[in-house]
């Protein structure tokens, strides 16, 4: 097989990670690049066509959900660290695929799988000379020298958590050790980051980090996932959390297992962005008895609704934090009301528009002047 039938084979098994695919009009149909080329959002919000895949898909793991797990039958690929340094290179300067998101199955452990990954990243940055994007895993395992070589190399580097706790990760993944394999780099990553000059990162910065949970495959609740998330947002500086659906992929011990519902999935996020931008602790989350966001509402307006429906800020007066907690005001209408009302005093709901804020679905737990906007809003 020749590499590009192996990369072929390599990347269209990849459904290891969350990513936004559609087709790409940079491709040929006539070569069936599909297979490989993935549109992905970058940590900046550009989009641009990544080659999204593995160095080799034939693990020694057996991880319980994972369709690459060692003894299932399906076909295999393994590139060398040359080869797919190489074969990215040519495919980058035809104007197929602008960046690299490079992960991999794991052969003779997790520090010499690094050090493949690590071995393929300097042959295309210092050999053949890619300053593109680059996402590279780190490995169960890895160790501290290897996570900061990656640090110095890639523009993001993540690392699975796969599920949020010990207990959990023993369902999904029992060889894998969750303090020791998994958090232990994370908290590298960012001691790295707080004592480390940035200057020596890949163009002079720290890259972002990220990490993925399945959910649904270990039994885990949504308060579980979300305790996770919110260690990795506060103390380890975590960019993003991704929260994967669980799908029972057949000849695995999970086989028969039930799909995650999407739903659950858009709550999960909606949840972390409110940990992540918008201040909201643990305590705060609305979780059901069973420790699962109520899958209807989204749950910010749950928490308002409990919380803000007889108490209404007044948007003259709240804090910043107090603001975020309104439905229907973000980040940036934050920053503007600020700014607004040092000028002028807020004094109706067109007040509210003339600063980007769209105040129908803020308009029950707010007051304008020390008057309920709703009135105003059913004479317009
Ligand atoms: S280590 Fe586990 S999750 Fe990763 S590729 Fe191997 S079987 Fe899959």
């Known amino acids: 097989m020749d590499t590009i039938d192996r990369l072929k084979i390599l990347s269209s ?14 491709i040929d149909p006539s070569k069936n690049y599909s297979a490989f080329v993935h549109n992905a959002i970058m940590p900046n919000g550009k989009k641009i066509t990544l080659l999204k895949t593995l160095l080799t898909s034939a693990c020694e793991r057996d991880c319980h959900y994972c369709p690459f797990r060692a003894g299932r039958n399906f076909r295999r690929a393994t590139l060398k660290p040359d080869e797919m340094a190489h074969i990215f290179i040519s495919l980058h300067r035809a104007g197929i695929v602008e960046g690299l998101f490079l992960s ?50 890639a523009d993001r580097v993540s690392l699975n958590l796969e599920a949020p706790n010990t207990k959990r990760l023993k369902i999904l993944a029992p060889h894998k050790v969750f303090v020791d394999e998994l958090i232990q780099p994370l908290k590298w990553v960012a001691e790295i980051c707080a004592t480390k000059p940035a200057q020596n990162g890949w163009n002079r910065r720290w890259p972002s980090v990220a990490t993925q949970f399945v959910v649904g495959g270990a039994g885990e609740n949504d308060s579980e996932l979300l305790a996770t998330t919110e260690y990795l947002y506060r103390e380890l500086g975590l960019k993003r959390a991704y929260y994967s659906p669980f799908r029972p992929v057949e000849d ?98 067109e007040d509210l528009r003339r600063i980007g804020i769209n105040p129908s679905r803020a308009a029950p737990f707010i007051m304008i002047d020390g008057r309920r906007p709703s009135q105003q809003l059913s004479l317009l």
């Open 104 to 153: 991999s199955g794991l052969i003779g452990g997790g520090i010499k799988t690094q050090d493949r990954l690590l071995e393929t990243s300097h042959i295309l940055r210092n050999k053949l000379g890619f300053k593109g994007y680059l996402h590279l895993k780190i490995m169960p395992g890895a160790e501290f020298a290897q996570v900061e070589q990656a640090m110095q190399l």
């Open 13 to 26: 098994q990849n459904d290891f990670e969350p990513a936004e695919d559609h087709r790409c009009p940079k």
């Open 252 to 349: 695995t011990p999970l086989e028969n297992q039930p799909a995650t519902m999407l739903q659950r999935e858009n709550r999960l996020y909606q949840a972390s962005y409110l940990i992540r931008d918008y201040g909201f602790t643990m305590e705060e989350l609305p979780f059901d008895e069973n420790g699962n966001l109520h899958q209807e509402t989204d749950p910010k307006l749950s928490w308002a609704k409990i919380f803000l429906t007889e108490n209404p800020i007044e948007i003259n007066e709240a804090s910043k934090g107090e603001l975020l907690h309104v439905p229907g005001i973000g980040p940036k209408g934050v920053a503007a009301l600020v700014i607004e009302r040092r000028k002028n005093r807020m004094k109706s709901v």
